[in-house]
């Protein structure tokens, strides 16, 4: 029993751990943050915390596969509720930009330097464009968006057009979540039918009312 108490103290300490280095990176950006920076905020000692993580790359590896499960974990809730492709990416939408509100743009900047997070993200984007795709042509069968275009390019100018965007001087007089927000609708009114842009206008009026579109 005594084992299996120590096991759970340590998954324990570990969630611990994670949860406040998600919070100190996303902050201050991660080549700001030290171990010992974490190990203080959480009254541990360094060798506590290299204990469990060898160094901050693995340590910033278990943050961004922790947020990809959560982020599962709730478009699979959300998709639950809907069948209808501009629903479910308005709720991606909105967790995106309260997510980017908390986030300093150095943390996205700096993924970059750590190979190991950088191929773990790379990996994943490859499978979210994949799901991105099947929604599209979901989409195209609801009549919501355009069947004259070739998805994968616009998906692929998006994400590059917030990758050179978070790097560029832009980001001194815009927010990450208000850069976001123009991106994702300029590309979204490119690929929605008439119908798909109704719907699109209906989400923006409610958000300027302060309503919010969707149950989350």
């Not at 300490?13 to 190990?39: E, H, P, Q, W, Y």
């Not at 300093?104 to 991105?132: M, T």
Request: glycine share 4%; hydrophobic share 45%.
């Amino acid at each position: 029993m005594a084992v299996k108490r120590n096991k759970q103290d340590k998954e324990e300490l570990r969630g611990r751990i994670v949860g406040a280095a998600t919070l100190a990176f996303t902050k201050s950006g991660v080549r700001n943050v030290r171990m010992d920076d974490i190990a203080v905020s959480l009254s541990i000692s360094k060798r506590t915390l290299y204990e469990l993580f060898r160094d901050k790359e693995q340590l910033l590896l278990e943050v961004m596969k922790c947020y990809w499960q959560e982020m599962s974990n709730y478009m699979a809730e959300v998709i639950s509720r809907t069948e209808n492709v501009l629903e479910i990416i308005f709720a991606f939408y909105m967790r995106k930009v309260d997510e980017l509100c908390a986030i300093n743009p150095a943390f996205l900047r700096d993924l970059r330097k750590y190979p190991l997070v950088l191929d773990f993200l790379v990996e994943k984007q490859k499978l979210s464009d994949e799901v991105a795709f099947r929604y599209f042509q979901k989409g195209m069968e609801q009549g919501i968006f355009r069947d004259d275009i070739n998805f994968r390019i616009i998906n692929e100018a998006m994400l590059m057009s917030m990758d050179l965007l978070i790097y560029s001087d832009i980001i001194e007089d815009y927010s990450l979540s208000e850069i976001y927000s123009e991106v994702t609708f300029l590309h979204i009114r490119g690929i929605a039918t008439e119908k798909g842009m109704k719907m699109v206008d209906a989400f923006l009026e409610e958000i300027k009312k302060g309503k919010q579109p969707l149950s989350r």
